[in-house]
T-cell receptor, first 113, second 114 residues
């Protein structure tokens, strides 16, 4: 069975400062990993995905994530936060061998002016 | 290309009633998944359909059911509604047979059970 843990339920940063949202996963196989963002009253939007190619993945809106197998982590980062980044972020692990997709509990990002 | 659409966007029902939610995937997508999102339980997988067949099912009671039509549109039905069924129901479509590929989400249907 696989699982995903988002280590922080809430992260607060000031505009213009770096963002770090942490995600650890557990998977029996080589997983696919995703980060999704959900703005209030909206569906989820894919930010980026890792599918066993380059370990550093670049996504939309300046976000990127690094797959570290030794640490079973897939942390999401952005060099400089913008007010529009305030949202809920979900880390997702997918096992292509059994079509099992698991969502983390989510991290709410607050950006202060 | 139009995104995933869900109807209705908001719904209020009474305990004991049943409800049907609809999802139209992105054109060409054959996989449709349904999720329930609540503040307490987060995002939980309900089921997934591919080519009119249910391929995967989450851990929900039999009151939750779904189907997919030949045009890939999908419906989910909840019978004998309970207060705890109040949630945002999200539909997602994918172009590939397995959900290894990214899913595209609709805006959701917010169901309130009173």
């Amino acid at each position: 069975a696989q699982s995903v843990t988002q280590l922080d339920s809430h992260v607060s940063v000031s505009e213009g400062t770096p963002v770090l949202l942490r995600c650890n996963y557990s998977s029996s196989y080589s997983p696919s990993l995703f980060w999704y963002v959900q703005h209030p009253n909206k569906g989820l939007q894919l930010l980026l995905k890792y599918t066993s190619a380059a370990t550093l993945v670049k996504g939309i809106n300046g976000f990127e994530a690094e797959f570290k197998k030794s640490e079973t982590s897939f942390h999401l980062t952005k060099p400089s936060a913008h007010m529009s980044d305030a949202a809920e972020y979900f880390c997702v692990v997918s096992d292509r061998n059994n079509n099992d997709m698991r969502f983390g509990a989510g991290t709410r990002l607050t950006v202060k002016p | 290309k139009a995104g995933v659409t869900q109807t209705p966007r908001y719904l209020i029902k009474t305990r004991g009633q049943q409800v049907t939610l609809s999802c139209s995937p992105i054109s060409g997508h054959r996989s449709v998944s349904w999720y329930q999102q609540t503040p307490g339980q987060g995002l939980q997988f309900l089921f997934e359909y591919f080519s009119e067949t249910q391929r995967n099912k989450g851990n929900f009671p039999g009151r939750f059911s779904g189907r997919q039509f030949s045009n890939s549109r999908s419906e989910m039905n909840v019978s004998t509604l309970e207060l705890g069924d109040s949630a945002l129901y999200l539909c997602a479509s994918s172009s590939a047979r397995d959900i290894y590929y990214e899913q595209y989400f609709g805006p959701g249907t917010r169901l309130t059970v009173t």
